[in-house]
């Protein structure tokens, strides 16, 4: 741990995630102003699993913060099949339907005091919406047939359309600093898609990456059920996946959506934040004896730490966690 951060700081960017820590440690200050959606109906095919059309969420930066972006993807699972998508496409996961023009960042990620959040109070802070139920990563252009109804694979073309609008509308373009983050499924798109993300900003910012909780082990039991995210019948999602990663996998891309495959083939600072013992691995990559074992799950935990660290000790890429 103790080289990944002497990394970080080698590189200066140390003061950006720390400012993760003072964020996620703070209480929340006083209020900075609402988020206003943004419908991307202009975008055809940037849509929800049931059609809908993609949104994110924006507070405008101010001051010296206007030219930096800190860009949030929601997290909320996956969908392992077209009956489970089809399932999800009446949910709030697979729909843009019910969402309020505005609202309100009350999580700590987005804190707009100056006090809680010294570094990041006046950036650009944006949430994007998750209802692609494939990490914002689905590639497939024709509708899907699923029990007479029609639902959409459109993750990519969420995110292209997201960092587009973003350009025409708040300066993206000439953004200073860059940092995607998100959490759970969030976090996992960070780990498999930092690298293509970065290349849709501007070569001269610094662009970083702050997963949360998104840092998943390579589990038998748990592992293959992402294969429909990734099968060309299925999501057909692998084309923001690094190319090395699915090249060293063939026919199982869908290891590349994990943090202890994608991470060695990361080129972009990355920062993770991540528990030992997660809620939601304790319920997915373990047996119900082995969560309800403490020993166990202390292995496991033990694992999963040193995998991290393993897999973030690069020293020239500048990760830490």
Not at 162 to 188: E, Q
Not at 283 to 296: F, I, L, Y
Request: aromatic share 12%; with cysteine.
């Amino acid at each position: 741990m103790a080289a990944a951060v002497a990394s970080v700081l080698l590189l200066g960017l140390l003061p950006l995630f720390f400012t993760f820590l003072i964020v996620a440690a703070a209480k929340h200050g006083e209020d900075p102003g609402e988020a206003e959606r943004q419908l991307l109906d202009n975008y055809p095919l940037a849509l929800c699993l049931d059609g809908s059309p993609a949104i994110y969420y924006i507070r405008q930066g101010q001051g010296s913060g206007r030219n930096r972006f800190h860009i949030y993807f929601e997290g909320g699972g996956f969908c392992t099949d077209d009956k489970d998508c089809l399932h999800r496409a009446g949910t709030y996961y697979g729909s843009s339907g019910g969402d309020d023009p505005s609202i309100n960042f009350d999580h700590p990620f987005f804190a707009g005091a100056k006090k809680d959040s010294p570094l990041m109070w006046n950036w650009n802070h944006i949430m994007v919406r998750y209802c692609d139920g494939a990490y914002f990563s689905g590639h497939r252009d024709e509708a899907v047939k699923v029990k007479g109804s029609q639902i959409y694979y459109r993750g990519e073309h969420i995110t292209s359309a997201v960092i587009d609008d973003l350009t025409k509308r708040y300066n993206f373009g000439n953004a200073t600093d860059v940092i995607f983050s998100g959490c759970s499924a969030g976090g996992i798109r960070v780990f498999a898609h930092l690298n293509a993300l970065a290349k849709m900003v501007a070569p001269t910012a610094r662009v970083s990456g702050f997963p949360d909780s998104g840092f998943y082990l390579d589990r038998q039991i748990f592992t293959p059920l992402k294969h429909f995210v990734v099968d060309p019948n299925g999501q057909n999602a692998t084309s923001l996946l690094d190319p090395h990663c699915v090249h060293d996998y063939p026919g199982q891309a869908e290891k590349c959506l994990l943090g202890s495959v994608a991470g060695y083939y990361l080129t972009v600072p990355i920062f993770a934040w991540q528990s030992q013992y997660d809620t939601d691995q304790r319920s997915c990559e373990m047996t119900q004896e082995c969560a309800d074992s403490r020993k166990c799950v202390q292995a496991y935990g033990d694992d999963l730490a040193q995998t991290l660290h393993t897999v973030l000790s690069n020293r020239t890429a500048g990760h830490g966690y």
